[in-house]
């Protein structure tokens, strides 16, 4: 939130003296009496006229003079609308100018201007409004709204911290909100603000609002509306945004559901609602209440005797938990059925979870597992986000399938174009899948130029040992401890993650297992050549059973390990050690690739080595199921020397359609460096949490792992916090998930459009997590 500058100060009796120079007005009953204020400084002024005595208001300002302009501008044309008895007159100078420039006692430059005073009292001075001054409310902003669907100004498209669609700077402010349960509802309304509203804001209306409508800008009197003054925050907003503003204070009384009821059936008489509006109704009020708990707090660091800017601070916070504790789905049928409207229909074919559940026991395979304690029923994704059968949103921050978002448009549209065109298989020739090896292979070291097509990334790299096997006529494999290659049988073979694991049958002879190249734990320190000395060794063993090394296969950021970046040098060595020995390199970046390290599209750029086949999959068409191998010439002709190579679905038109869509989205859209970027914000985030059980924050990009240990000794994996972590985020909105060996690894690897908002509601989230989650200090 921008610092605003310095309220103007001038002496009651200057003002006096200037209202009359100026205006013509001669005060009565005594001088000017100050109003108090936010930004402005206000006046209140008696003062004998032609037509006898007239109450006046007199604003001192520091804004822009364009911003003036715009709000006389508005009252002037509201003036010769029906809204013209609900707000102030403007009254001309003598020189028939609405403002004029002037120097406050202090020298700085402000504008004063004169407006008619409405009598009466305010409405925060009122101890119970009534239901009829509630609608009687919605009834006026509906039609100031009305009123102003045709105004125009050139000033009227103007930023400010007060604009709804612009709340998300609250994100960069969560600090100036104290740690616990209230930055949680700050976290989860901005979270929601964050999905729901902004990716549906092309879909609102727009225009000119009066945008402040709280309870210290109405004036009452005889149980009557009188008034609706200060137009300082007037902007252009989607329209239901005056409603939502005015909710906000509205329902800070005693039952705030019926009372904002009743100012939204004013509202919906006078200006029907639409289903959207209504529907996104909830989340604009929390994120209202967001942003005026926010600004208090920052004032009050910066202006602690300002008592008018937190005047109302508990009442706000007391009903952004009371709507967060009822509930967006509850609530939203409460309003809109008050309007007379039929309630809002849950998400079509929408079941319940136990109907789910329980039919899922029945028809699926009791392997096939769920995430979380309590598994979501996910209905949609878009971008960042996925939303539940009652379209709360939950910010996945481990989908890394998703490559540039969930449900990218332009991916969408690709897919749907080809399916109603052709989709068919590789035995016709066709232009998509060459114009995608072409793109695909252009983003690669020239030696990398045959492409296969498959299905998965288990198919990709089973391919790749099948060709390394072709070329070398050997049998035997390198992996390295802690790797999942995939999930058929030759897969697991060559996956310590999964052999050595729950169901697991240990190593089979044929697989040679190199220790874990972790510079943190492992015995070889960040020392990576050590790490890779074993590979010659296996090549011994390889012949002495009259085999031979066929593939070293490596992830060049290691996924199920636990996130780890390999020592310095490890795949340099590995590589040159298993060429020596006659072996091809396989760089497995089915988890890492396509930019997702942020510092190169593939992350074995950056580790100086070029692999003679790459495995591709999981992102390489957002969800879509398709996997490649891309290798040298040499290799795919020993390959081809044989049995014929056929994959029913890989490389159709339809995949390459969508691949290629992924392809130019991470181009175009600068996803790359929004990884490098987003990535190191976050990480640099996450590394100052003081917290003794975090053994390590490591990773690139968006591809980030938290260790958890235990905080005594810092040795033992943590399991059960990493775990409970991970729950207490899912619990909060936010996805998580757990990996390696010691499962006490809190992995990180959300869509390649995860932003900056999206990251800091992750720290947030996760920073509350870890304090909920440490183990208390022992008593002594």
């Known amino acids: ?91 001309p100078s003598r020189d028939g100018q609405a403002f004029v420039a002037i120097r406050d006692d202090a020298g700085q430059a402000c504008i004063m201007r004169v407006l008619s005073f409405i009598p009466g009292k305010l409405w925060s001075e009122l101890s119970d409004p009534t239901p009829a001054l509630r609608r009687a409310l919605g009834q006026a902003l509906a039609q100031i709204n009305r009123d102003l669907e045709d105004f125009e100004h050139p000033a009227m498209y103007r930023s400010s911290p007060w604009n709804l669609t612009q709340a998300e700077w609250i994100a960069d402010e969560l600090g100036a909100i104290e740690p616990g349960p209230k930055r949680a509802l700050i976290v989860d309304a901005l979270a929601q603000f964050r999905a729901r509203v902004i990716p549906r804001l092309p879909e609102l209306g727009c225009q000119l609002i009066h945008g402040d409508a709280n309870d210290q800008n109405l004036v009452v009197a005889d149980h009557e509306l009188r008034g609706i003054f200060d137009f300082g925050d007037v902007g252009v907003a989607p329209t239901i945004c005056e409603l939502a503003i005015a909710a906000a204070y509205t329902g800070m ?139 709360n949103a939950y910010l996945d921050c481990v989908n890394n399938i998703s490559h540039v978002g969930h449900c990218h448009p332009r991916v969408v549209a690709e897919a749907t174009r080809q399916i109603a065109t052709l989709n068919t298989n590789t035995r016709y020739l066709h232009e998509g899948i060459l114009h995608y090896a072409e793109q695909l292979t252009a983003t690669l070291p020239g030696e990398l130029s045959v492409v296969f097509l498959v299905c998965s990334g288990t198919e990709a790299n089973e391919l790749a040992l099948r060709i390394a096997r072709a070329h ?60 890779a000395r074993g590979i010659a060794a296996a090549a011994d063993r390889a012949r002495a059973r009259g085999d031979g090394l066929a593939a070293f296969i490596c992830e060049s950021v290691l996924g199920c390990a636990g996130q ?108 790359i460096d929004n990884a490098r970027v987003t990535g190191a914000w976050l990480r640099r985030a996450l590394e100052r949490i003081e917290d003794p059980g975090v053994a390590q924050v490591r990773g690139r990009g968006l591809f980030l792992g938290i260790e958890l240990v235990d905080s005594s000794t810092r040795k033992r994996p943590d399991a059960a916090r990493a775990k409970a972590l991970v729950e207490f985020a899912q619990g909060r909105g936010v996805l998580l998930s757990v990996d390696g060996p010691g499962h006490n690894v809190v992995k990180i690897k959300p869509p390649l459009c995860f932003g900056p908002t999206e990251a800091k509601i992750l720290v947030a989230t996760i920073t509350a997590g870890m304090a909920m989650t440490a183990t208390p200090p022992t008593q002594t």
């Open 253 to 391: 009384v005693t039952d705030p559901i019926q009372a904002i009821a009743e100012l939204c059936v004013g509202y919906h008489e006078r200006r029907p609602l639409s289903s959207i509006e209504l529907d996104l109704l909830f989340d604009l009020v929390r994120a209202r209440l967001a942003v005026s708990v926010t600004c208090s707090a920052l004032v009050r660091a910066r202006e602690p005797d300002n008592a008018h800017s937190f005047s109302s601070e508990a009442q706000a916070w007391s009903l952004l938990g009371k709507l967060t504790e009822f509930g967006r789905r509850a609530v939203t049928k409460y309003w809109t059925s008050a309007c007379g409207l039929p309630a809002p229909v849950r998400v079509p074919g929408a079941r319940s979870r136990p109907r789910l559940l329980a039919q899922r026991r029945v028809r699926l395979g009791a392997a096939l597992s769920l995430a979380y304690d309590s598994p979501l029923y996910i209905r949609r994704g878009e971008g960042t986000w996925l939303f539940d059968e009652h379209d």
């Open 564 to 671: 780890i970046v390999p020592a310095p040098g490890f795949l340099a060595a590995a590589y040159q050690q298993a060429r020596a020995a006659g072996a091809v390199c396989i760089a497995d970046e089915i988890q890492v690739g396509f930019g997702r390290v942020g510092d190169a599209m593939w992350a074995f750029q950056s580790e100086g080595v070029v692999p003679d086949i790459l495995t591709l999959g999981k992102p390489i068409a957002n969800g879509h199921p398709v996997g490649a191998v891309v290798t040298t010439p040499a290799l795919a002709a020993s390959f081809a020397g044989g049995m014929e190579y056929f994959n029913s679905f890989g490389g159709n038109p339809v995949s390459c359609a969508i691949a290629l869509a992924v392809l130019n989205v991470i181009r175009e859209e600068g996803l």
């Open 472 to 531: 070398t006529g050997a049998n035997e494999v390198v992996v390295v401890d802690g790797a999942y290659h995939g999930n058929s049988s030759t897969m697991v073979d060559i996956s310590p993650y999964k052999f050595d694991g729950p169901g697991g049958r240990g190593r089979p002879d044929w697989v040679h297992v190199l220790d874990t190249p972790d510079p943190l734990h492992g015995r070889h320190g960040d020392n990576g050549p050590a790490y």
């Open 1 to 91: 939130m921008p610092t605003a500058p310095p309220r103007p100060q001038l002496d009651a009796s200057r003002v006096a003296a200037l209202a009359h120079q100026l205006w013509g007005l001669t005060p009565t009953r005594g001088g000017p009496h100050d109003l108090g204020s936010y930004d402005d400084s206000n006046y209140a002024i008696t003062s004998s006229t032609d037509a006898g005595e007239r109450a006046h208001v007199i604003k001192l300002s520091v804004e822009p003079r364009e911003i003036i302009d715009l709000q006389c501008a508005v009252l002037g044309h509201l003036a010769t609308r029906p809204s013209a008895g609900l707000v102030p007159q403007i009254i």
